[in-house]
């Protein structure tokens, strides 16, 4: 099994900063990438940022410049700098990762419990 452990998740103000944490851990054998996806009231989930275990960084347009998606590949562990957030970034947000389970051979989808960002004054 694999479990997703998130954390940081809360209420901001506009402008100020929120850091995700994501915790990944069970019978992994090998992770490729991990993600921070987010669904807003009323919308589809959307990927928000991307890192994989070589560093390579992949962001939605809404977030560049504000967010840094960041990795420690020893601990299986992501994180999600938020700044200068805004009303629009309110939405639960999920840890992703695409891995692969010892004695499996493809790469999989796993995914986090999610946790809740609210932006507002």
């Known amino acids: 099994q694999v479990h997703f452990a998130e954390s940081g998740g809360g209420w901001v103000q506009p402008g100020g900063s929120l850091r995700l944490s994501c915790v990944i851990s069970?019978?992994?054998?090998?992770?490729?990438?991990m993600s921070w996806y987010r669904r807003a009231p009323r919308k589809e989930r959307e990927l928000v940022a991307t890192?994989?275990?070589?560093?390579?960084?992949n962001y939605t347009d809404s977030v560049k410049g504000r967010f840094t998606i960041s990795a420690d590949n020893t601990k299986n562990t992501v994180h999600l700098q938020m700044n200068d957030v805004r009303p629009e970034d309110t939405a639960v947000y999920y840890c992703?990762?695409?891995?692969?389970?010892?004695?499996?051979?493809?790469?999989?989808?796993?995914w986090g419990q999610g946790i809740k960002v609210t932006v507002s004054s």
């Open positions: 992703q990762s695409d891995l692969r389970q010892y004695y499996l051979v493809s790469y999989l989808p796993y």
């Open positions: 069970g019978s992994i054998e090998s992770i490729e990438s």
């Open positions: 890192i994989t275990t070589h560093g390579t960084t």
